[in-house]
């Protein structure tokens, strides 16, 4: 039987909560984004401005090149669901839902929210109150 799914994510980690016959499952996905790949400064105003844009370069095709398996690897735990609620911080969300767009999953997506770090219990609560709230059986 398909499941209900409920997924939060961020550039880091992706929680993916699947609902079927109210019982849950929870799988974690993480990608391989690093702290420092956020930690390049911003282009300068100073002589050193190009080698500042050429490391912010870099930085943006690591960081794509860190991600692209971690979308991979949440649309290969997702592929099966009849409904899906996509919620989280940051772009990562936008992203995946860019991606699932060039698929058949995209229009089973039923909701879609911009919401805060979240823990484990906090999304589990709100995958649970969604479905509740009528997702269609």
Excluded at 25 to 30: D, E, G, P
Excluded at 42 to 61: E, Q, W, Y
Excluded at 67 to 92: C, H, K, Q, S, V
Excluded at 114 to 119: F, R, V, W
């Amino acid at each position: 039987m398909a499941a209900k799914i409920g997924l939060w994510l961020d550039e880091r980690q992706a929680v993916i909560v699947s609902i079927t016959n109210m019982s849950a499952k929870t799988t974690k996905v993480k990608s391989a984004i690093k702290d420092e790949n956020f930690a390049v400064n911003p282009v300068s105003g100073n002589s050193g401005a190009k080698l500042d844009l050429a490391a912010a370069h870099r930085n943006k095709i690591k960081i794509k090149e860190a991600l692209d398996p971690y979308y991979d690897g949440i649309i290969d735990n997702i592929w099966d669901a009849r409904e899906m609620f996509i919620f989280g911080t940051g772009e990562a969300k936008y992203e995946l839902k860019n991606r699932l767009e060039k698929s058949d999953l995209a229009r089973r997506i039923v909701a879609f929210e911009d919401t805060d770090k979240m823990d484990d219990d906090q999304i589990m609560d709100k995958v649970r109150q969604f479905c509740s709230a009528g997702l269609k059986d």
